[in-house]
């Protein structure tokens, strides 16, 4: 059953274990900070009924069930292309902000299917049923599921088995007749403390000597033994703007280290325990889907800073000047880029014969991903350097609100005539929150959510053909 933001809200008051700046979260759709992105997933749970977009965000599964599109298994470069453009506008519609709580647990579902079904097929293991099963249980509980995949990792030049402590990759501790003990750590998790479940998964190659590392399982987020230490939303804490406050707090997202002390999970939700062989099979998997969404995502965002540097450029007066001119086709590059690399990652698909899944091509979203990773910061440069100083300077709507000071900011914050000082005023504030409060934090996504830049020159460099190149080298070299 489809739910609404209400019902959602609802089910995130279950005793879970959330710490705030030191302080343990009673309820996480109350606390005054992180109500905020508790609304923010609520949002897209709504927009399922939203007129616009239920057609396309509502559909049945094979049982007749309706059930969020997100849930639905891509079979299709159509599915894939549908899949990219539904997240592109829940984006739009949460005001520019990634919504990802039926994205990032569907990525890891099909990542599941694909990788589960050669493991089945290649150790007679019945690890796809379990996935089937649980693919069911969240999309027809219309569930909200964070991603726990990167561990905190300790010395980055050692593996899981090599560290001083054996707790710095999520691992085995016990397996007993009905199911196994997890201990360990995920750090950096997306909007964990307001999901409904998470599933965990590994996140890079191992050995042999690494099998208890080798796991991969699904759990409810209250589940006992789970600690969830959200970092601090400085951005919020530290951001009055009345003008635009309400509504542009309402689409935020968060993340949390979250800590598994000896946490039992039934074999039915795990989904791979020991076969060291697949982790790295899955951890790209994963990556793979992920980033699709990623870049997809990212077209949107791109698309808001794009529009606003043209919006304050033209209340600057300095709209046509060639080096603003270049400065928007910087940030229309990166809104573009990440949307042609989405839809020919779709149009270029592979069909994993094994599910009937077809899954979007490697190269591209790779190429589109590196791209964001690198132009993201020189994008921002384009922007703010559209912009001038009040993106930083601009006085608070504290003052625009005061009757003495705003016929006094109304009269020397204006730009050009024919743009009310107003609006002047609320873009540059808008501004301010975009690239100024969260500019910091979307610095460090841009670089490293989804994936550092390495891992997708890695995936790049794997995914090229060169064979094409080569033999013209050949032909040349003959010559
Ligand atoms: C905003 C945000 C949201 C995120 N959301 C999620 C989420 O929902 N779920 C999730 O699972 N993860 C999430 N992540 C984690 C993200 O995938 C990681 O940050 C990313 O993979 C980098 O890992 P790291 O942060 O541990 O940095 P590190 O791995 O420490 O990377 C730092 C540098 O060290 C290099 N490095 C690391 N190891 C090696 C090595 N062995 N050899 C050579 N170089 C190395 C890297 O290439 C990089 O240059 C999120 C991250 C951010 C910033």
Redesign the pocket.
């Known amino acids: 059953m489809l739910r609404n933001g209400m019902q959602f809200l609802e089910g995130l008051v279950d005793g879970r274990r959330v710490y705030y700046r030191g302080e343990l979260v009673s309820d996480v759709t109350r606390h005054p900070i992180l109500q905020v992105p508790a609304r923010h997933s609520a949002l897209l749970f709504d927009l399922h009924f939203d007129s616009d977009l239920q057609a396309h965000l509502v559909t049945t599964d094979d049982t007749g069930e309706p059930i969020s599109t997100l849930y639905r298994s891509p079979t299709s470069t159509e599915d894939l292309l549908r899949r990219s453009r539904l997240i592109e506008a829940t984006t739009h519609r949460s005001r520019g902000v990634f919504n990802?709580g039926k994205v990032?647990g569907s990525d890891a579902l099909f990542a599941l299917h694909i990788v589960t079904a050669a493991l089945d097929r290649a150790r007679g293991t019945d690890y796809r049923r379990r996935v089937f099963e649980y693919h069911r249980h969240v999309a027809h509980g219309d569930r909200a599921v964070?991603?726990?995949?990167?561990?905190?990792?300790g010395d980055?030049?050692l593996r899981p088995h090599q560290q001083a402590d054996p707790d710095l990759y999520v691992r085995i501790r016990a397996r007993r007749s009905d199911g196994i003990v997890v201990r360990g750590a995920?750090?950096?998790?997306?909007?964990?403390q307001v999901a409904d479940e998470l599933i965990v998964?590994p996140?890079?190659s191992l050995s042999p000597e690494d099998v208890d590392y080798a796991v991969a399982f699904a759990v409810p987020a209250n589940a006992p033994g789970i600690t969830m230490v959200t970092r601090p939303m400085i951005e919020l804490e530290g951001a009055r703007h009345p003008l635009e406050g309400p509504r542009v707090r309402h689409n935020t997202?968060t993340?949390a280290l979250v800590v598994f002390d000896d946490v039992f999970v039934p074999w039915e939700r795990v989904f791979l325990a020991g076969e060291t062989e697949y982790a790295s099979r899955l951890a790209l998997t994963f990556?793979l889907w992920?980033r699709f969404s990623a870049i997809s995502y990212r077209a949107a965002q791109a698309d808001l800073m794009a529009a606003l540097a043209r919006e304050v450029a033209e209340a600057n007066g300095i709209a046509d000047k060639s080096h603003i001119r270049r400065n928007l086709v910087e940030l229309i590059l990166l809104a573009e880029v990440q949307r042609m690399a989405a839809h020919l990652a779709a149009y270029r698909c592979h069909a994993d014969p094994a599910t009937g899944l077809v899954y979007p091509d490697s190269l591209c979203v790779n190429l589109g991903k590196l791209y964001s990773n690198t132009h993201y910061l020189s994008a921002t440069q384009a922007f703010i350097d559209c912009a001038g100083g009040l993106a930083a300077t601009a006085p608070s709507g504290d003052d625009w609100a005061h009757p003495d000071l705003r016929p006094v900011i109304e009269k020397y914050l204006t730009g050009r005539a024919t743009v009310a000082g107003e609006r002047r005023f609320r873009l540059f504030l808008l501004a301010r929150e975009l690239v100024g409060l969260l500019g910091g934090?979307e610095n460090?996504?841009m670089?490293?959510?989804?994936?550092?830049?390495?891992?997708s020159v890695i995936e790049i460099l794997r995914g090229y053909d060169f064979s094409a190149g080569r033999r013209l080298v050949e032909e040349l070299l003959e010559d």
Do not use: F, N, P
């Not at 964070?146 to 990792?153: E, L």
């Not at 995920?186 to 964990?192: C, L, N």
């Open positions: 990802i990032i964070s991603v726990a995949q990167t561990d905190v990792k980055r030049a995920k750090a950096h998790i997306t909007q964990a998964l996140c890079r997202l993340e990556a992920h934090y460090v996504t670089v490293h959510a989804e994936g550092s830049i390495e891992a």
